[in-house]
C-alpha cells in the first residue's frame, strides 16, 4: 500500500500522512513508494482510523492440515468426558464441580495416524464468549447433545455461534448408554432448530456415542475426519505466522503465558511479535504436554512465552521484523486503545445522564475480579454484569490475572469494594488479616455457579427495596354510633363505626382505607380504637371493635375498613435449569 491510497483510506491528507510517517522515524522517496504493513497501520492508527490485518493464505509450500475442531454444547452434557474418552485422559475430575471453566487446547492423535487438534470451550452460560472465541478459530464443530436431556439453552446458543462463524457442524449424541435415553427425539428436536441432518437428506452427520463405555468413538473419528477431507483443508507453512491467542495467564517464574492456534505459515522460537496491544519476543515454545519445541506449524496448539504483558484472548499475533518495530506498534495500538476506551466511558456517561430523570436511583456494589487466566476474567466479568438491576448497579472496578495481593485490598478498601477470586490461589495470610481489618470481603470461588450465587444474594442484601402497600386486616361495619360532642378533633360531633375483624388484623398506626361497593370513599389516619371500652393499638381476626377516622363521618352498614401497611420487598435471585442468572425486582 502506497501513500496515496492509505490517504484514500484513511479520509487524511498526503502531507498530514507523511508528517505522521517522520515521527515515526520512517522516510519514503516518493507518495507512490510501498509501506510495510506494520508502517500503514501505525499511520492509521495514528490519525484515528480502525484497523484490521486480513492475512494472505498464498505462499510457495502449501500442504494439508489437521483439522481444528471445537466441541460444544449445553453445560453437563459430557463434552470433557467425550474427549477424555478420545485421548484416554480424564480432565472431567480435575475441573471444579466437574464443568470446564477454561477454553482447553490439545492435539489427540487417531488410531488411524491422523490427528485432530480440538478446543473444548466451557458449556455455562456465563461462558459464553468462550464458545464464540472457540468458534472463531476452528474449521469443525461438535455438538456434543445428551440423548437422555435433549437440546438445551447453551446447544442452541452453541449452534448459533457456529452458523456465525459459517463452521460445518457434526453432530455428536452422548450418553446413548443411559436407559432414558433417546436419541431419536434429539435429532427431532435439532431438526426443528432448522440442522438439516443426514438421516433427513440434510449433509449434517450424526453419531450416536457413549464417553463412558467409549463407544461410537471410532464413527465420530471417521466423521471428523471425512469432514475435513471434504473441507481440503490447506495452510501456507512458509512465511510469517498467522496466529490467535486461545487463553492468556500469568505464571509466577515464567510472565505473561499465551496459549495460540496457528492458522497459517510458522512461528519461530526468537521472533518479535506484536499481540494484541503486548509485544515480546518469543523465548520459548511448548506444546500442549509442556515439551520444548523451535517451531509451530499450523494448526498446532502451543503455548508461548516472552511477552512483556499479558494480552486479551482473541487477540491476534503478528510477526514483526525487529524489536524497534513491535514497541512502535505495541505503543500505538495501547494509544488507540485507550482513546476508544474513554471515548466509549464518556459517551456512556453521557447517555447515563439524559436517562437519569427517568431511571430511578441504584445502589452501587463496586467489585473487583481476579482470575487465573484472561478469558476467565472476561467470562466472569460479563457473567457478573448480567446480574445489574433497576435497583442495584454492578460495577467491576478493576480485574487482574493472578492472585489477591495486597495492592487488590488497598484499591478495594479506596471504592468500598468486594474482591472476586476466581480459580486462583488463596491470598497469602497478610493480605487476609489486612482485608479483615480494613473490612474488605474477599470471595473465593472455583465453581462459577456458587460464584453467581453469592454475589446475587449480596446484591439482593444491598438493594433497597421497593415500598409496596399490602392490606394487613379487614373489618366489615356492622353498626353506627354516634357520640354529640364528644369529638376531640373537631369539638362536635363523633361517629363511631362498630366493626368484626373478618380478615388478618386491624391497628391503629396504620393508614385505613373505607370501600363501599368495592370503591375507595375514604384514606386517612385513624384516631381512635377501642375494643370493650379499652383503647387498644391493634385487634385481630373475629374479633369486634370500635374505631374513628380522622376527618371522615360517613359510614354505612356493609362498609368494609382496610387497614393498610407499607412493607420493603426486595428483589429476588433466580437461578434457572440452564445455568442462566438474573435478578426479579
Partial sequence: MTIVELAKRTGEGIAALQDVLINVGESVDSEFHPLSIDIAELIAMEVGASVKRIHANEGTE???????????????????????????????????GGITQHLGAFIVSMPSGASITFLDTPGHAAFSAMRARGAAVTDIVVLVVAADDGVMPQTLEAIAHAKAANV????????????????????????SEGLLLEDMGGDIQVVEVSAIKKTGLDNLEEALLLQS?????????????QAYVVEARLDKGRGSLATAIVKAGTLVCGQHVVVG???????????????????ATPAMPVEIEGLKGLPMAGDDIIVVQ?????????????????????????????????????VPQRAEMPIIVKADVQGTVQAVTDALKTLNSPQVFVNVVHVGVGPVSQSDVDRAQACGACIVGFNVKNPASSVRMAATQASVKILMHCVIYHLLEDIGNMIVDKAPGTFETQVAGEAEVLSIFELKGKSKAKGGDAKIAGCRVTDGCVSKSSIMRLLRSGEVVFEGSCTSLKQEKHDVEKVGKGNECGLVLCNCDNFQVGDIVQCLDQVVRKPKFISSESGAVRIEC
Avoid: Y
Avoid at 229 to 236: A, D, F, G, I, T
Avoid at 279 to 293: E, T, Y
Fill in 168 to 191: 460445518p457442524i457434526v453432530v455428536a449424541v452422548n450418553k446413548c448408554d443411559k436407559p432414558a435415553a433417546n436419541p431419536e427425539r434429539v435429532k427431532i428436536q435439532l431438526a
Fill in 229 to 241: 477431507e471434504v473441507m481440503n483443508l490447506k495452510s501456507r507453512v512458509d512465511g510469517p505466522a
Fill in 322 to 358: 525487529s524489536e524497534e518495530r513491535a514497541r512502535m506498534l505495541s505503543a500505538g495500538r495501547k494509544k488507540k486503545f485507550e482513546k476508544d476506551r474513554l471515548l466509549t466511558i464518556s459517551d456512556g456517561r453521557a447517555e447515563a445522564l439524559e436517562l437519569s430523570e427517568e
Fill in 62 to 96: 502449501i500442504v494439508p492440515r489437521p483439522p481444528v475442531v471445537t466441541v460444544m454444547g449445553h453445560v453437563d452434557h459430557g463434552k470433557t468426558s467425550l474427549l477424555d474418552a478420545l485421548r484416554q485422559t480424564s480432565v472431567a475430575a480435575k475441573e471444579a
Fill in 277 to 295: 496491544s503486548e509485544w515480546g519476543r518469543i523465548r520459548a515454545i511448548r506444546d500442549m504436554v509442556g515439551k520444548l519445541i523451535e517451531r
